[in-house]
């Protein structure tokens, strides 16, 4: 599945309405995994480490919307 989150989205949908009787068991009907691994591009690594250090920083300053 190429969109997850769109069927995590689902599984949720289809739990809160009953089509499911959990998160779990819908999960166990169709989540399946890839064996593919990615690995990180090395010349990008300067670029991931940037952009985790803005994610952390914006992460912190929100926190506290997120109970």
Do not use: W
């Amino acid at each position: 599945m190429d969109e997850q989150a769109c069927l995590g989205a689902c599984i949720l949908a289809g739990t809160g309405c009953g089509i499911f009787g959990s998160v779990e068991e819908a999960a166990r009907r169709f989540v399946s995994f890839r064996e593919k691994v990615y690995e990180p591009i090395p010349e990008h690594v300067g670029l991931y480490e940037r952009q985790y250090r803005v994610f952390r920083e914006l992460y912190a300053a929100n926190e506290r919307f997120m109970i």
